[in-house]
Structures are given as C-alpha cells and as structure tokens.
C-alpha cells in the first residue's frame, strides 16, 4: 500500500482541513481525523471558556492537550494572550496552518519597568531606537548561545521544525518591528516553526518551545542583574551622538564627517564588519580639513569635514578611493559601537549613483544630460525598457533630483565612462551635434551653483574633473591628502575643452498611476535585499524588480518594507507627485512607526525614502498619469 492510499484510509476526506472521513472497516485501524477533532472540539479551551488571557501554565497545558493532534489544532493558539509570571506577556500574533507554511510569529510584550534597562535609555524617542538596536543583538546572541535557532529536517516520520528565530541586524542601528521600544513596553517579535511529526502536532516540544524557551530568552536577554547598564549606556549614547551629528551638518555647512582614528575598511566585500589586523590604517583628516564637531554625550569629536560643492577623491589603484566613498555613502546610518565607523556621518539625503544596464525609465526628463536622438526621440519624456549605462545613470540622477536629494557620489568604476567624460580626441573624432550625450563632467558644476547639488566623485583616470573641482583628496597607501592646490595649478596649466551648454533644466515632477501598482497586491516574494518577486494577473510566472544597483539598501527587512508600500500604494486613488506621496510616507512612520504599512509584522526594517522612490521607478509596469 502506498504512502497516499494509507493516509486515505486512516483520515478519509472530509472534516476540518478537508481531512476525516468513514472509519476503516480494520479494527485495528487508528480513529479517524473527524472523530479526534470532535473528542478535540469537546474539550478545547475554546468551550472549556478559558478566557483569552491565560497564563504561562495554561500555554504548556494546551500544547500537550494539543500532542499528536492534526497539525491545523495549533490555530485554535490565535488571538491568545499569556502572562508569564506577572513578568511578560506572551501573543500570537500569526498561526502557520502547515509545518510547511511561513513560520507562526509570536510578540513579547515586557514592560519596560520590568526591565533591566535604566530609564535613561527609553527616556526619549531617539534613545528608544538605540535601546530597541541593543535589545535585538542581544535576544539573538542568547538565541543562539541556547541553539534554539536551530531547524529540525527530519523524513516523514520524524520531527521537524521547532526553531525560533529573531531577525538578525546589520552593523547599521535602523528602525525595525523586530524590536521596538513604545507605549512604556518592549515589543520583541520571534518567528517559530511549531513543531510536527508528519501533519501531526508535537505537543511536549511545542510546550518546551513556547513555554520554557522563550522564558529563558527573555530573561537573559532582558531581566535580571543590569550588569550590562554601563554598555547599554554607552550604546544609546553613541547612536545620539551620531544622529545629532547627522542633524549638525547643514549648520556646519558640510555634507559628510570622518573622524579621526575610525576603521574604515571591512574584513570581505560580504561581511561589513570592521578589517583587523596591524595593516589596518586608523583614518586621519588631513590638517586643511580638520573639523571639530561638539556631540552632547562624547563632548568634541575631531575629523575631516567635507564641504558643499563637487569633491573628488583621487589616487592609484588599490589605495583606498572606493573604501571611503563605500564608508561616506553608508555614512546616512548610524553604526553600532565597535564598527569602526562611528560618527562618520553623510547627509541625509546623499547617495551614490551607478550605471544600471537594462534598467526601466517611465517618463524621465533626461535632456539636461541626452538629447538629439536618433529618429528625434523625445528625452523629455524618455521611455525605456532596456536603458544603456549612460541613459541609466542620467535617469538615475533626474529622478534623484526630483525629490530634492542634495548630494550625490559617483565611482567611476562603476559607471559608464561615457557619461562621466568626453576627452579631446573624442571631440575632435566627434563633433558635438553628433554626440546626445552631455557629460557628467559638464553639468556637476552647475548642478552645485545653480541647484546647490554636490558632488562627490572617485576619479582615477579622469583628469578634467580637475577644472571643477572645489576640493581635491589623494589617497596614498590609505592616507588622505589635501590636494587641491596641486590640482588647481595642473588644471590651469593644462584646462580641459569644456563646452558652453543651455542652462540645466529643473527636474520635472511626475504622478504615478497607483493602479499599475496591481500586480503587488497578488503574490510577492522578498528573497534577499536586492530584489522583489511579483505576478501579473493571469500568469503563473514571477517577474522580478530588481534594487541591486541600490546600495544604500543594507538589510532584507527595508526590501520587505519597500514591498509593504508598493501594496499599500496600489490600492490608493493617487494624484500625488512621487515627492507628495514619499513625504506624506515619512510622516506617517514618524507618526506611527512601521506598522503604518503592515501591523504585527516580525519582518520590517526602515529604509530612506530615496530607496522606496527609487524601486518605484524602477518597476517595469509602472505608469503616469
């Protein structure tokens, strides 16, 4: 008898999940699933009228009550509150209906008073983020230290699942629905695989799982002796001394700060922690550009202050231009004490630009940088499912504009060498009237003079970047330079061909059609952080909006949110500009936090609003009205 024809016979069809059914005419059979769910159904705490906030003891009740029932007896959980001791209370929040369904997701409610931490750390909004950061870490080094992230695979027959897991952070402290400090409480928000052996709920692990597990995490992580109180101190002192840092720079008439003495480098391209080592070279703020900056904690902090304007930061190959830019363009969040990188802040609104092969484009003015097409194609209005690197980047930069971003950075290694410059001999192969495209190299100083737009530009082979250039950094064995005086005389000696062009055009504001946001509201995946998986009505196949050229995006749970927007979005009547929607976004999650686009979500990290733009703009079916 095969697998199938067993399960026939002992569940049937019918009942509860479409299961149950006439008993086997074997004697010996087991009872069937319609006469175990009405045994169930007798004696659930439903009809027992256990009220809906319960206690610890009644959980670990229930789920060996619930032992080697069918596994969809583990919904009758939803909705339940338990107290733990007076101390926390313990919610679920989602109930998987299959153990191999997403994972149910559980929410900790422990006051804050019940806490270990000092008040100190919860005593504003700023500090609530940090403390919310620290709690994270800490919940998912206990996690582990316990192995309760650990995941059963067994066969049939065996167990599986019974891990419980929290999401992981980056090395950025960011706004997450993981952890959150609100309301007087803390919130932590776990993931659980219930555990089963076959469909069939194993009770004793489930009660062992939800009962005395997340009692343990709890406690270390956040009870007990605050014999963490100095580091918690210091870690929500850091994260306001860099964001009032961040807040200080418009007044200090900068766009970005790098102390002295932080670690820039990271150990691999994949792993953003801090490089060691004794080749590691602490940074150091060349003596022009020596800036002190007063923090309301550590007091004054001293560094290299970059200015408005277009800054280009030169030198040889492997000596470091791409790990400080890397560094300034993370520079928009604050870092966890130990990364190396704190208090090296960046505006706000800065972020690095790339060239994007294949990219979509609906409706981007890109004259300022392309036009004279062949065929006379309109670039005002410029359309493209399969744009070119240098159609790509000036889209890039229009749609940037749009939402009044005032600082861009630019690698040339990764960007396309035609938009960034045109030498002499080009233009003299290459008359002007022949060639769409208006350099980069054209336009940066005027987008600072005239849009109060800056610059910051990694250069190794471009040298007419030197005719605009307010100010010049070399990197010499990972050391920086003040260069520009050196770099003023060679330009003057040797000016580059820079032609006369019609003054910059003003980014034009477009209105998405919200309704070619439709296909969001069916069936999305967020597999990792670059990319969003969706279905157009009447297809089986996913297509894929691809973020990889985003790299301001620094964890999986700002690509959930973007997904969270882009489906609350779709089912708004619109009318706004893409600017009117991303601010009224913003104040909505200021005012209401994540939850503003999906409640009791375990998954949920805040990203800028030039990301969640920028994904819009993106997606190949979007509209305007």
């Not at 580091?231 to 964001?243: A, G, M």
């Not at 670059?530 to 009447?538: L, P």
């Not at 009547?573 to 686009?597: A, P």
Request: glycine letters at 8%; aromatic letters at 8%.
């Amino acid at each position: 008898m095969g697998r199938g024809e067993y399960y026939k016979n002992k569940y049937g069809r019918g009942g509860r999940g479409g299961r149950g059914g006439q008993r086997s005419n074997n004697s010996n059979s087991q009872p069937n699933i319609r006469d175990e769910e009405q045994d169930w159904a007798d004696n659930s705490y439903h009809n027992k009228r256990v009220s809906k906030s319960s206690t610890r003891e009644q959980l670990r009740n229930m789920l060996l009550d619930m032992d080697r029932k069918p596994y969809n007896f583990y919904k009758d959980l939803y909705g339940y509150t338990f107290d733990f001791d007076r101390v926390f209370s313990l919610k679920f929040d989602h109930v998987q209906g299959d153990p191999y369904a997403s994972p149910s997701r559980l929410c900790v409610n422990l006051p804050l008073q019940h806490s270990r931490f000092p008040e100190f750390s919860w005593s504003n909004k700023t500090r609530t983020i940090a403390l919310a950061d620290y709690v994270c870490r800490t919940t998912v080094a206990v996690i582990s230290e316990l192995k309760a992230d650990h995941k059963t695979r067994g066969s049939w027959h065996e167990g599986k699942g019974g891990e419980l897991r929290i999401e992981h952070p980056s090395q950025n402290i960011i706004l997450r629905t993981s952890v959150e400090v609100q309301n007087g409480s803390i919130l932590l928000r776990f993931c659980v695989g219930l555990p089963a052996k076959g469909r069939s709920i194993c009770g004793h692990w489930a009660a062992e799982i939800c009962s005395t597990t997340v009692h343990q995490i709890v406690t270390r992580a956040c009870c007990g002796d605050p014999t963490d109180k100095d580091k918690v101190e210091s870690w929500v002192k850091s994260y306001e001394d860099q964001e009032n840092l961040r807040a200080q720079l418009d007044k200090a008439q900068l766009v970005a700060f790098v102390p002295d003495g932080a670690i820039l480098p990271r150990a691999a391209g994949h792993i953003d922690t801090p490089l060691g080592g004794k080749c590691v070279v602490p940074f150091q703020s060349p003596p022009s550009l020596k800036t002190t900056l007063q923090c309301p904690n550590k007091g004054s902090i001293t560094g290299m202050g970059i200015k408005p304007g277009v800054t280009l930061i030169a030198g040889g190959g492997f000596h470091g231009k791409t790990t400080l830019l890397s560094a300034l363009k993370l520079g928009v969040y604050s870092k966890i004490p130990g990364d190396g990188r704190e208090y090296l802040v960046t505006t706000p609104s800065a972020t690095k630009i790339r060239a994007e092969d294949g990219r979509q484009i609906t409706g981007v003015d890109i004259s300022n940088f392309i036009n004279n097409l062949p065929q006379n194609k309109d670039t005002t209005k410029f359309y493209s499912c399969d744009a070119s690197g240098s159609t790509s980047q000036a889209a890039a930069i229009m749609e940037y504009l749009e939402l009044g971003g005032k600082c861009l950075m630019i690698d040339e290694d990764t960007a396309a060498t035609n938009f960034m410059i045109r030498d002499d001999k080009i233009q003299m192969l290459l008359s002007a009237d022949k060639e769409p495209i208006k350099p980069y190299l054209y336009r940066a100083r005027e987008l600072y003079d005239r849009l109060g737009v800056s610059s910051i530009v990694v250069v190794g082979g471009a040298g007419d970047y030197l005719d605009i250039a307010d100010t010049v950094l070399l990197l010499d064995n990972y050391k920086v330079v003040d260069v520009t005086d050196r770099a003023k005389e060679i330009a003057s000696s040797r000016p580059a061909h820079l032609p006369s062009l019609p003054p910059m055009v003003s980014p034009k504001s477009r209105t998405p059609d919200l309704g070619s946001l439709s296909p969001f509201r069916e069936k999305t995946k967020v597999p990792d952080k670059t990319s969003i998986s969706y279905t157009m009505r009447g297809e089986d196949n996913f297509s894929v909006l691809d973020l990889s050229a985003l790299e301001q995006l620094v964890e999986i749970g700002q690509t959930r949110f973007i997904n969270e927007v882009l489906q609350k979005l779709s089912g708004q009547k619109g009318g706004q500009t893409l600017k009117e929607l991303m601010e009224e976004l913003s104040s909505e999650i200021d005012k209401h936090g994540l939850g503003c686009v999906k409640d009791n979500s375990n998954w949920l990290c805040r990203p800028r609003l030039h990301e969640i733009a920028a994904a819009i703009n993106r997606y190949r079916h979007l509209a305007l009205r």
